[in-house]
């Protein structure tokens, strides 16, 4: 994995796991966790850390980059279909945290 690829992996990473920590129920923290996994998943583990300590706590914004990233890795590779559902699962997420 090549650095830009690592640095936008890193991005969505981070992102989702702040819209995890922030949701307002256990049920939408599980759900974005399960699209964590599942973007973790189609990167084989090869994974780079998170840092969520000074994103924003607005979940909105959180949203738009985290799917942003997610977007863009395509662009290094990653099967369209898997980034399609990755984006689906974290919409039902934010469907959850929502209400």
């Known amino acids: 994995m090549l650095l830009p690829h690592?640095?936008?992996l890193a991005q969505a990473r981070s992102y989702v796991?702040?819209?995890a920590d922030r949701?307002?129920?256990?049920?939408?923290?599980?759900a974005y966790?399960?699209?964590l996994l599942e973007l973790d998943r189609v990167h084989g583990d090869e994974c780079p850390a998170l840092n969520t300590?000074?994103?924003?706590?607005?979940r909105d914004i959180l949203l738009a980059v985290a799917s942003n990233a997610i977007?863009?890795?395509e662009s290094y590779g990653i099967d369209p279909l898997s980034v399609e559902l990755i984006l689906a699962m974290l919409v039902d997420?934010?469907?959850?945290?929502?209400g």
Do not use: K, V
């Open 53 to 58: 300590e000074d994103l924003t706590d607005d």
């Open 71 to 73: 977007e863009e890795l």
């Open 33 to 35: 966790e399960r699209a």
């Open 6 to 8: 690592a640095q936008t």
């Open 93 to 98: 997420a934010h469907d959850l945290d929502i």
């Open 23 to 30: 949701a307002l129920t256990l049920e939408a923290s599980s």
């Open 17 to 19: 796991a702040a819209l």
